[in-house]
């Protein structure tokens, strides 16, 4: 059964409505194909009306989905013979962040990108997604190799943020992501970013230091959640009755519509009527579609050409409008 987030009650209550009436129809008896499709009409009404007009609280919902892609999901879905590789040769290996030379649509790329888990087991695995210093230092080593060899670099972003514990912070959870930002930057290769759902904090910028910066239609990108940010301005405590996150998201401008207005990304792809949960192929490939149309843009630039582009375009944000 589909999960159903608070929003779209009204839609779960006529799709079982509609999976009852398909169960009745399946036993024989009196045909109610015209009520099914009267009501899978209505349905898809209210799911199109209701996405065409989520706040930006809803979005961080649909964002958060579990059943949207994650990494294991575009990977299977686009990318041939990939080699996942594994440590940052200095402490050990992290599964928040994957990745290694892989096949895209004919090309030889580095793909590296957060993976958060689909079931219990594998989102503790993979630490739902929050990347520790070797995850950093990892992604570093990948783009060296990346740079080596002149293959451009696709990153998948998909975190709530760095990991803030202890061992993180012993191990400088600061500088390895520091560091990394300064590999995208600094890196002589193109580099590809799309933001497939969470763009978390300095966990994400690390990942998403781009070239071109593609978020999927209702992703969000942002230096805090939410609940981080009202918990801060609010002293707003999870559980304690009424929530101030919506109210911050609203004021955080975290939609990707929002982050196209200020040019902090290039894109938006996108999704399917009712998320990329809903359609997963459809979503996957026009994520690829997009990731193959900006890794063309890229092609033959030189290193020295594509380190100026990506510093003019970030020294840019912010100067819209000024004289």
Not at 313 to 322: C, D, E, M, N, V
Request: proline content about 4%; some cysteine.
């Amino acid at each position: 059964m589909p999960t159903y987030l608070d929003f779209e009650k009204p839609i779960a209550e006529l799709e079982g409505r509609i999976e009852d009436l398909r169960q009745v129809d399946s036993e024989g008896g009196v045909s109610v194909d015209d009520e099914i499709d009267r009501l899978q009409a209505k349905a898809d009404a209210l799911l199109a009306d209701a996405y065409s007009k989520l706040t930006r609280w809803q979005k961080t919902q649909v964002a958060r989905h579990g059943s949207r892609p994650h990494l294991s999901d575009y990977v299977a879905h686009l990318f041939d013979d990939f080699t996942p590789l594994a440590g940052d040769r200095a402490f050990g290996e992290d599964h928040a962040i994957i990745g290694g030379p892989a096949r895209f649509r004919g090309r030889s790329v580095v793909l590296i990108g957060h993976e958060k888990g689909s079931d219990t087991a594998s989102r503790v695995k993979h630490n739902f997604g929050m990347a520790r210093p070797e995850g950093y230092r990892k992604a570093i080593r990948l783009m060296d190799l990346a740079e080596r060899f002149a293959l451009p670099v696709v990153t998948l972003v998909d975190t709530p943020g760095a990991y803030p514990g202890r061992g993180a912070e012993e191990r400088g959870q600061a500088e390895a992501i520091a560091a990394c930002t300064d590999k995208c930057l600094s890196l002589g290769a193109p580099l590809i970013s799309a933001i497939v759902g969470e763009g978390g904090s300095g966990g994400a910028v690390a990942l998403a230091t781009a070239n071109k910066t593609l978020m999927l239609e209702h992703s969000v990108y942002s230096v805090i959640s939410p609940e981080g940010c009202a918990s801060i301005l609010w002293k707003d405590a999870a559980g304690a009755g009424e929530t101030k996150a919506p109210e911050a998201a609203e004021a955080m401008r975290i939609s990707a519509q929002d982050l196209l207005e200020f040019g902090v990304i290039d894109a938006i792809i996108d999704e399917p009527v009712g998320g990329a949960h809903r359609d997963r192929a459809l979503a996957m490939e026009r994520l690829g579609d997009a990731v193959e149309r900006a890794v063309q843009e890229f092609e033959g630039m030189t290193p020295d050409a594509l380190r100026k582009q990506r510093r003019e375009k970030f020294l840019a944000i912010g100067r819209t409008g000024l004289a």
